[in-house]
């Protein structure tokens, strides 16, 4: 199965044979859903109960974003009361490349599939739950900053030390963690000479320039780092719709909360006055200068992703915007 999951050809053979093991079900229908970057999902109906699901197969194994770091996310999450899929069938043996799992298909509707049609009204006061929602998620807390590991072990920067021979600077260690990472990737996207020396000028003299803005003191809170309308459910309940669903963990991290609003930024909810307003009114203070930072460091990532995967066209629109967000 692991040559079939890197060419993208799950076959329909494969996914029955996998049913009739978990559930001793027959499988009726078999639908790829070809949303996302990362993995391979299809929606599955079968004969039995759960009806329907969704099996998901990871296109990584790293610990950081493998399917065992999403089913402890999901378990803690669940723990808290957060509405997250059940999850009905996990195997992930040692050859980690032949893992899947099988998880609740969340009847509701896609809130980016509905956005664009809803009212003025509508959108306000989803945004407020989406505010709550968020403010309960930011409760969750580590001991250190990193990615969330397969069972959840931090992925923390350990630096190199000489012996102490004198007094050490001030560092601040959120601060450090963000830097680590995202230069780690900027050097990516250096590797591909896409950028000018200028340009790579402009992103380092724009971090120093703005270093105390992302310097955080708080606990390192639980962070989804994709929340984004794409990744919530909601269901019209009465009169008002409610949060029903959240997906997608393979990202998650210990971090600053503000590095959850990057996706909310890109969607335009910090320019519409009464969405922000919604937004800070539920959640609380916004340091929207580190969402600023995070959301531009974030595209650059972005970027060098988009070039190895060859979609060079959407890497250059990408890379355009954040020359023009340097040049302000």
């Known amino acids: 199965m692991e040559e079939l999951i890197k060419m993208g050809q799950i076959t329909n053979e494969k996914i029955t044979e996998i049913f009739k093991m978990e559930f001793g079900a027959e499988v009726l229908s078999v639908e790829r859903i070809t949303d996302g ?6 929606a599955v109906e079968m004969d ?19 399917l065992g770091k999403e089913k402890f996310v999901i378990d803690v999450l669940a723990g808290k009361g957060i509405p997250v899929p059940k999850i009905y069938a996990f195997h992930f043996p040692e050859k980690k490349e032949e893992g899947y ?8 509707e ?5 956005w664009v049609d809803l009212s003025k009204e509508e959108k306000i006061k989803i945004t407020s739950k989406i505010g709550l929602f968020l403010k309960k998620l930011h409760c969750i807390e580590f001991d250190k900053f990193g990615n969330i590991n397969e069972g959840g072990k931090i992925n923390q920067d350990i ?3 000489f012996r102490k021979e004198g007094e050490v600077s001030e560092v601040n260690v959120f601060a450090r963690q963000f830097l680590v990472e995202h230069l780690k990737e900027f050097a990516r996207l250096l590797s ?11 992103v380092i003299n724009y971090l120093v320039l703005n270093m105390d803005k992302i310097e955080y003191n708080g606990k390192p809170k639980f962070v989804h780092t994709d929340f984004t309308i794409d990744h919530l459910f ?15 963990f393979e990202f ?10 990057i996706k909310l930024h890109r969607r335009g909810f910090f320019e519409d006055v009464e969405l922000k307003k919604a937004l800070v009114d539920s959640y609380g203070e916004i340091n929207e200068k580190a969402v600023e930072i995070f959301r531009l460091m974030r595209d650059l990532s972005f970027a060098y992703v988009l070039l190895d995967s060859g979609s060079n066209e959407m890497a250059d629109k990408v890379l355009k915007g954040v020359e023009e967000k340097l040049d302000l």
């Open 192 to 202: 591909h000479k896409k950028i000018s020396s200028e340009f790579a000028s402009k």
């Open 110 to 114: 896609r809130l980016d599939k509905i």
């Open 37 to 42: 970057y990362s993995h391979y999902m299809y």
């Open 101 to 108: 799992m099988i998880m609740e298909f969340i009847e509701g």
């Open 252 to 261: 998650a991290k210990a971090y600053a909360p503000e590095y959850d609003f």
């Open 48 to 66: 039995k109960e759960p009806l329907k699901s969704i099996i998901r197969f990871s296109n990584n194994i790293k610990e950081d974003v493998n």
């Open 159 to 161: 630096d190199f030390k």
């Open 234 to 248: 909601v269901k019209k309940i009465k009169e008002d719709y409610e949060i029903v669903g959240l997906i997608d």
